[in-house]
């Protein structure tokens, strides 16, 4: 069974930056495709990010040159380092894998097996 755990989110104002935490448990992040999504009241989860098992990272343009990936294979981790945060980026995000997931589908939410729970990111003007 895999489970996602995100850590990291809170309340920061603009220009501001924050580290989310992606823990996974059941599966090894380096065999999987780790995708962030984010998500406000009355609208569509919108993909931000992902990091596939091969190391090499997508982002939405809104985010490109702000937020950045990682991954600690021996913490079984991904990090979403968010820079340089606006009030635009105020959501709820989520952490999500999936291990067989081709890269046309990279940005789909429903490609994805597991989610996290979330952690809520608010950011002040």
């Known amino acids: 069974q895999v489970q996602l755990a995100e850590s990291g989110g809170g309340l920061v104002q603009a220009g501001d930056s924050l580290r989310l935490s992606c823990a996974l448990s059941g599966r090894a992040v380096s065999r999987t495709t780790t995708g962030w999504f984010r998500q406000v009241p009355g609208k569509e989860r919108e993909f931000v990010a992902a990091?596939?098992?091969?190391?090499?990272?997508y982002y939405v343009d809104s985010v490109k040159g702000r937020f950045t990936l990682s991954r600690d294979n021996a913490q079984n981790t991904v990090y979403l380092q968010m820079n340089a945060l606006q009030s635009g980026d105020t959501a709820v995000y989520y952490c999500?894998?999936?291990?067989?997931?081709?890269?046309?589908?990279?940005?789909?939410?429903?490609?994805?097996?597991?989610w996290g729970q979330g952690t809520q990111v608010t950011v002040s003007s």
């Open positions: 990091l596939r098992y091969s190391g090499q990272t």
């Open positions: 999500a894998e999936s291990p067989q997931i081709i890269l046309s589908q990279i940005r789909n939410p429903s490609q994805y097996y597991n």
